[in-house]
């Protein structure tokens, strides 16, 4: 799922960022105000449209309705803006098209923004509980923390089993952070700064 949302945010950032079109500002305004829509609300046409594509209680249905994040969008936008507009002027003047020009020169200069995007994705999807908890009802596809759960019961719960999952729970995102780190520390003290 991290790389399904980083690959929208990437791309979609920079359309926002360096691709010129009419209604571009306002496009990009109605599409950063949907941050302001609780998740919870957005539940039931998430469902409605994961039953629509007969999406429902698989690994599709987990990972698609939520894949498309205006947040990392977002985010990834203010990255492109701090890189300087005569590096795609030089590219295109040497012949290179624009995907070549984002492939080769801009994403690579913004690996920081985008590590701290993967972190803050896969934290935020790994931890989730009430979109599984909706889209799956085979135990098989149950994630973690639904797994968890199913340990606590009316008549108590087993305690020992989850304290364990919930270690297990934690350590891939204590991995990721360790094993990113140079580019989290980098990337969020460069995001303190504005755009062009």
């Known amino acids: 799922m991290t790389a399904v949302v980083l690959v929208a945010s990437t791309t979609?950032?920079?359309a926002f960022a360096r691709l010129r079109s009419r209604g571009r500002e306002k496009l990009f305004a109605v599409y950063v105000?949907?941050?302001?829509?609780?998740?919870?609300?957005?539940?039931i046409p998430l469902f409605l449209l994961a039953t629509k594509l007969h999406i429902y209680n698989t690994y599709l249905g987990l990972i698609f309705?939520?894949?498309?994040?205006?947040?990392g969008t977002f985010f990834m936008r203010q990255f492109f803006r701090t890189l300087p507009e005569e590096l795609r002027d030089s590219a295109r003047m040497d012949g290179a098209s624009e995907f070549w020009?984002?492939?080769r020169i801009m994403l690579p200069l913004v690996r920081a923004g985008a590590a701290v995007l993967a972190v803050f994705t896969f934290v935020a999807f790994w931890g989730d509980f009430l979109w599984p908890l909706i889209v799956t009802q085979s135990p098989s596809l149950f994630t973690l923390n639904l797994g968890l759960s199913e340990f606590q019961s009316e008549y108590g719960g087993y305690w020992s089993y989850m304290m364990a999952g919930c270690v297990l729970t934690v350590l891939p995102a204590i991995i990721l952070?360790?094993?990113l780190q140079k580019y989290l520390v980098k990337g969020l003290t460069f995001t303190g700064f504005g755009g062009r």
């Open 101 to 103: 020009i984002f492939a």
């Open 12 to 14: 979609g950032g920079y």
């Open 65 to 71: 309705p939520v894949s498309f994040s205006a947040f």
């Open 33 to 43: 105000a949907t941050l302001l829509v609780p998740a919870a609300v957005t539940v």
């Open 177 to 179: 952070v360790i094993v």
